[in-house]
């Protein structure tokens, strides 16, 4: 007689999958509804984000790559942030046609989104034992599916390597 529990539940890899899936999903439901107060997205929150910790300016391809998306989207995203005043596009050098830079409204929302303390409740329930090992965790999954996927982890600025201990000077 077949396990009838084992014919509802997939296997505990997939089960994973499902937890950690929804508790993104749910992680990034709380913050949409703290940034809805500067009426910016969390797709738009990052963008800023990454053009922010890049220097002050990105181009496309970064910021598609950042967010594995599509350049195509990317490119209709940075239209309608443009468009909101978020975001200036300027003429790159060399390979990059396109720089984006934040306005100075586009800085002035990524500084007040900053003041948010819907991680810090989230996480809190973590201790800090907790976070690290979580965040060990986490780095493990991300560069296994890097290397899954053929994508060099150098091509990411963020976040740190939480394994790798304090940065030597």
């Known amino acids: 007689m077949p396990d009838k529990d084992a014919e509802r539940f997939p296997d505990e890899y997939f089960m994973l999958w499902v937890l950690v899936a929804q508790t ?7 913050r949409e ?3 809805a ?5 969390n797709e738009r929150r990052a963008v800023l984000f990454i053009i922010e910790n890049n220097g002050g300016s990105a181009t496309p391809v970064e910021i598609a790559r950042d ?3 599509e350049l195509h989207s990317v490119t209709e995203l940075l239209k309608r942030m443009e468009k909101d005043d978020l975001i200036s596009r300027h003429k790159g050098t060399g390979r ?3 720089l984006v830079r ?6 002035d929302v990524y500084d007040q989104s900053l003041h948010n303390d819907t991680d810090r409740r989230i996480f809190s329930v973590l201790s800090p034992k907790e976070r690290e090992q979580f965040s ?4 493990k999954l991300r560069s296994k599916v890097l290397d899954d996927l053929g994508i060099p982890e150098w091509m990411f600025s963020l976040p740190a390597n939480p394994n790798a201990g304090p940065a030597k000077k």
Do not use: H
């Open 136 to 139: 060990s965790c986490l780095w």
């Open 96 to 98: 990059s046609k396109v």
């Open 37 to 41: 107060r500067y009426g910016i997205s």
């Open 24 to 30: 993104k999903d749910a992680i990034l439901r709380a």
């Open 67 to 69: 967010l594995f998306r």
């Open 33 to 35: 509804r703290d940034y």
């Open 102 to 107: 934040l306005t100075e409204k586009g800085r």
